[in-house]
């Protein structure tokens, strides 16, 4: 088992706890090796949003035996962390931990000097905060998560499901990580660099003009589409596809197509025994010189050193190869 911790306080927000735990307690429909093992830490029994009673799995001290720890949301933005809390998250990461936060828990991982001189955000309504009280950090107030290899930090509530897949996706792989999404009924997969805000609300399915369109440019990827290919499809103008484009998913169409695409090929080189150029031809990229391009500028290593990580059985996240983003 991979040890995730979950590292609570009083304060702390029940939505994420119960996310995190959800999403790491429970393995996948499909076969994967060394799951995760879920443990709530804390110094004793703890209020969650002032309402919910939790006891502990295990106290504090456990963090540094973990390979993963969990911040949930914190509540209170406007006073310092509890210095046990912050000491122990502090002690892990110093011991290896990888250490992610989930919404405003950021503030925990602030105050532990985790994310001096790193990109991190947290919910955008507490982003000014946390950089006027923090002005090492490179806060980002327009991303869902940033990733910044050992340390990781996610938005608001429905970030932090994304940052939890994010780390399911780069220690298992795409198909795990979609498996997961299925099951949990979400969208599986939204990059990080999506903004955290959209002004008008994600339509439900067929209620927004792009609705039908997605789905067939999904199943269309090893087509060459263009924006003219899909505005044609929609019966629309390009410039106003871009538009829907852009209040529904938070991208631009070419960017959302090379995003399918790349996800596409990961399941691919996951899945499959094909060989590169014909995993170019099955995703839309044409040659493997340009799917090579575009995968390693977007995963961080070549399509090759991909499949050889995921199929190399029993790998963890420090056997994989140098520059490794996923």
Known sequence: MTTVAVAVADGILHFELALAYEL???????????????????????????????????????????????????????????????????????????????????????????????RATTHWAHTETLAARH???????????????????????????????????????????????????????????????VATPVPEPHGHPLSDLLAWAGRHLDQPLTVEDLAHRANLSSRHLGRHFRSMTGT?????????RIRRA???????????????EATGMGTAATLRRHFNRTVGVPPDAYRRTFRARGATPAQRPAGWKS
Request: aromatic content about 4%; hydrophobic content about 45%; charged content about 20%.
């Open 252 to 260: 631009t169409p070419l960017q959302w197509l090379l995003t399918q």
């Open 24 to 118: 790491f307690s429970s393995p996948p429909p499909v076969p994967v090796e060394r799951w995760y093992e879920p443990v709530i830490c804390g110094a004793g029994p703890v209020r969650a949003d002032g309402r919910f009673l939790l006891e502990p799995d295990a106290g504090l001290d456990r963090l540094v035996e973990a390979d993963t720890v969990i911040v949930p949301g914190w509540a209170e933005v406007d006073e310092e962390p509890p210095a046990d809390l912050v000491a122990a998250v502090r002690a892990a990461h110093e011991a290896g931990a990888r250490v992610a936060s989930l919404c405003t828990g950021a503030f925990v991982l602030a105050a532990a000097g985790l994310l001096d001189g790193r």
């Open 135 to 197: 002005p090492r950090i490179q806060v980002d107030p327009d991303v869902l998560y940033a990733d910044e290899g050992s340390v990781l930090t996610a938005a608001g509530k429905a970030a932090a499901l994304d940052l939890c897949l994010h780390l399911v996706r780069r220690d298992h792989g795409s198909a795990v990580a979609n498996a997961i999404a299925r099951r949990l009924v979400v969208a599986p997969h939204r990059p990080g660099g999506q903004a955290q805000f």
């Open 266 to 280: 990961q399941e691919l080189l996951e899945t499959t025994d094909d060989a590169v150029d014909a995993i170019a």
